[in-house]
């Protein structure tokens, strides 16, 4: 994943995140990661595979294209 997609799925991320009423602890415990796992998603300083982003868009109740939106 190039670091200008990490950017634009982090930066949706919080967007979406912050829209729906979540912060990342509670959304981490719905995806069932730890605790820091949308933290570092959220600063682009790390990698998720399809699946997780799947998760993640299930549980804000969103398609996972929409993460990639520029």
């Known amino acids: 994943m190039s670091q ?37 998603l959220e600063n682009a300083k790390m990698n998720a595979t399809i699946n997780k982003l799947d998760t993640i868009a299930d549980a804000l109740n969103i398609k996972t294209k929409d993460l990639f939106n520029e």
Do not use: F, M, T
Request: glycine share 6%; net charge positive; hydrophobic share 30%.
């Open 4 to 40: 200008d997609s990490k950017k634009i799925i982090a930066q949706n991320l919080k967007q979406i995140r912050e829209r729906c009423g979540l912060n990342q602890e509670e959304l981490s415990l719905i995806v069932g990661r730890d605790n820091s796992y949308i933290s570092k």
